[in-house]
C-alpha cells in the first residue's frame, strides 16, 4: 500500500520498490484489493464520510480515450465498474482506475456502490495505492 500520493508519483513509487500497479482479473482479486482500500484515504475534497473510500489500482486510460489498460499488461477480461462508472468526471477527465469500500453516505447515488466496485477518477487526487509484487519463493 503506498500512501497518499497522484496516481503517477505512486506508479513510480511502486515500481522503484520492483512492484507495479495491481490488477484484478475475478470477483475473488477484487474482494481481496478492496479490503485493502477500507484503510485507503478519503475523497480529498470531502474528506468526511460522504464518499466511498477509494484506492487507485493499475488501471488507467493511457490515451484519453475510455480504453482501460492494466500497468502489468494483463488483459482486461474482466470488469468490475460502480454504476454510471466510468463516468470520466462528466467530461472533466479521470483516466485513473481505483476500487471502493467504505462508505456512510446517505445519498442514492453512492448508496448504489458496491464494496470492490471501480471508478475512473482524477489522477492527481492523492489517494493510497495498491502495489503487487511477484512472490518470491523461499527454500
Ligand atoms: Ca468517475
Given at each position: ?32 484489493l478492496a479490503s ?10 470531502n474528506p468526511t ?51 471502493a469500500s467504505t ?37
Amino acid at each position: 500500500m503506498i500512501r497518499n500520493m497522484s496516481y503517477d508519483s505512486a506508479d513510480k513509487a511502486c515500481n522503484s520498490i520492483g512492484g507495479i500497479l495491481a490488477s484484478i482479473h475475478n470477483d475473488e482479486e477484487a474482494m481481496f484489493l478492496a479490503s485493502f482500500s477500507s484503510f485507503g484515504s478519503m475523497y480529498p475534497n470531502n474528506p468526511t464520510t460522504q464518499y466511498p473510500k477509494q484506492v487507485f489500482i493499475g488501471l488507467f486510460d493511457p490515451f484519453h480515450n475510455q480504453v482501460w489498460t492494466w500497468k502489468d499488461g494483463t488483459p482486461v477480461n474482466y470488469t468490475n465498474w460502480e454504476p454510471n462508472q466510468p463516468d470520466n468526471g462528466g467530461g472533466k477527465g479521470q483516466y485513473c482506475g481505483s476500487i471502493a469500500s467504505t462508505w456512510t453516505d446517505s445519498s442514492d447515488f453512492y448508496r448504489a456502490w458496491r464494496i470492490g466496485g471501480w471508478d475512473d477518477e482524477y489522477c492527481d487526487y492523492p489517494l493510497d495505492s495498491i502495489c503487487q509484487k511477484k512472490a518470491s519463493h523461499t527454500i
